[in-house]
Each structure stands twice: as C-alpha cells, then as structure tokens.
C-alpha cells in the first residue's frame, strides 16, 4: 500500500560476499530481484538511477538475504526501510515474515513499489507499506505504524550523503527504535564504529555512542550495486542501550552534542580552549575532566560529565543573578 504525505526523503563477523551467494535453499524460499529484474523495472517505471538521491540498486539476492540474516529479523519483527529504492532488501525482509513499513524519498520509486511486491511475493501485500517522504522528516506523528511503545529496527541500503543524518534523526525522534543493521559507504561505516583515540573518532562516533553500542559486521562489494558506486561499502549493527524520553534527559542530550560540535569543530585544540567560551567557569573542574585533553579523547561518558556540569554551573549562576535582582 502506497502512502502519499510528501515528495521529499561485537566483534567482527565475516565479510559479505561480492558475489551472489544464494544456495539452492535459499532460492526456494521466494524470487528475489536480480541484476535482470532489476533493470527491467526500472526500464518500465522509466526510472534512472540518480545521483541527487544517492541511488544504487543492489543486484544480488544473496547479499540482501545475508543482510536480513545479519539484522535478526523474522516474524516477531517490525522493521523500518529507508530508501527502499527498486525493493531488493524489501523483498528480502518480507520474505523473513516480517512487518514493515518502507520510506522512500522518490515519487516514482514509491509509486512502483507496491507492483514489485504485488508480482513477486504478493502474499507478502498485507505485511507492507510504503510512505513517499524524506526520512530526515519523519516522526511519530507522520509515521503512525511506528508511534506506539512497540519495539522496530531498522534495516536498509541508506542513501550515503545522508546516512549519519538519518540515523541520528531516527534514534533522537524514535526512542523504541531498537536496532539498525544498515549498509553505508565504508568510511562511514568506520567512523561510526570508530572509539575514543583513533585517528576516525568524531562527531558521528560519539552521537551514535549516546544512544547505544555499534560496529561493524561486514564489507560489501561493488559488484552488487546496479550502477557500481565509486566507493567500498560495509555493514554497521546497532543496538540500543538508552531509552531516556522526558524533557530532562533531551535537554542534557541537546547540552552533550552542542558540547560535541564545539570540540570537534575545533579538533586540534585542548578542551579548554576549544569549549572556553562555551562552559560556564568550573566546569572541567566539576565534571573531572582535565581540560588539557582533547575532544577525540574523550568518551561519551566524560562529554555527558562535562554538560551535566555545564548545565549545573549554568543553573546556579542563572538563580544567583534572580536572587541579586530581588534583593
């Protein structure tokens, strides 16, 4: 079913295969899209992939098996699908069992859906939907099947110019969104994972680290993308440890990134003059934190430390000023 609301969008595992892995098991299960399939889809919807969407078909039913696989979804679950494209990984999830809902950015795209499913698992039809809007503009409110307290993961071949902001969107707007298993250009993929000290830790690293724990379960090849991107691509997993949801905790989530940007945005410089005119006097002091370190050392644990001081600090200067002008 298609809903229109807008026309915009541990340890390691071994490595998924660059080439169709498919058995004859797996291939009774359900007809997957193929590199033929493929394309004559896109030929009828008169459809071309496009850069401005950061579109690459994946052409391999093995690797989107393997992707559903490594996501642990089957018939309990409730899965969100980002840039569902052509529908190679939605056929993949479907066929698990699962429930689903996918978002997809392109009008044409999300039009066409429906008769992908409708051809090639049609008893899967009632399992799934298909909302046209940009993924960094939902929320429970435009995106109901996802609104109640009901657990959901996200799994999806996300758009790489906007797979970091898609996935803090998601967690900050969704606190029952569980898991993710996604597929994102490698780089991206590394510097999500990445920990405190390595030469790749920055904002996204630690972002990702306020809400849970993630790594890497995979690389991809180029291969299996119909048109073959420039760029190596790898699986990154996910899962939730945070659930906060009152005012509280968001207005110290929103002190910890806005402290965040500020010492990455000036990465070469110690904490103290990075964040010298962002936290109130006393603040490394209260917080425990050497103000000599730099911002890439540091986990999330010392960057919450230092904006529950900043805001504590910031609380008792604001109610001495009120008792002055009282006074």
């Not at 994946?58 to 052509?86: C, F, K, N």
């Amino acid at each position: 079913m298609l809903r229109t609301e807008s026309n915009h969008a541990k340890g390691d595992m071994n490595d998924v295969t660059t080439e169709s892995t498919a058995t004859a098991e797996e291939s009774a299960s359900g007809h997957l899209l193929g590199a033929a399939d493929i394309r004559r889809i896109a030929a009828e919807a008169g459809v071309s992939p496009t850069k401005k969407f950061g579109q690459n078909f994946v052409i391999d039913p093995g690797t989107v098996r393997r992707i559903v696989r490594e996501a642990h979804v089957g018939p309990e679950s409730h899965v969100l699908e980002v840039g569902p494209g052509l529908g190679s990984l939605t056929l993949a999830i479907l066929e698990s069992g699962a429930r689903m809902t996918a978002v997809e950015i392109d009008p044409p795209l999300a039009e066409r859906l429906p008769d992908t499913i409708a051809e090639f698992m049609p008893e899967a039809a009632d399992r799934f939907a298909v909302v046209n809007r940009d993924a960094l503009t939902v929320s429970p409110a435009n995106l109901p099947d996802f609104a109640d307290d009901e657990p959901f993961t996200l799994v999806a071949n996300l758009p790489y110019n906007v797979a970091t902001p898609i996935i803090l969107t998601l967690l900050e707007r969704f606190t029952n969104l569980e898991s993710f298993l996604v597929m994102v250009q490698k780089e991206v993929a590394d510097r999500l994972a990445a920990t405190p000290g390595s030469k790749i830790y920055g904002t996204p690293s630690v972002k990702l680290a306020w809400y849970g724990e993630a790594s890497r379960v995979g690389t991809i090849g180029r291969n299996v993308f119909w048109p073959a991107p420039n760029v190596d691509s790898a699986l990154v997993a996910f899962t939730r440890t945070r659930h906060d949801g009152d005012a509280r905790a968001e207005t110290l989530r929103r002190e910890t990134f806005r402290l965040i940007d500020a010492a990455f945005g000036q990465r070469r410089k110690t904490l103290h003059a990075a964040l010298k005119k962002t936290v109130p006097a006393g603040t490394f002091e209260t917080a425990g934190i050497d103000p000599t370190r730099r911002g890439e050392t540091l986990t999330i644990g010392e960057f919450t430390a230092l904006a529950e001081a900043s805001l504590r600090l910031a609380a008792d200067v604001h109610a001495a000023d009120v008792a002055e002008e009282r006074a």
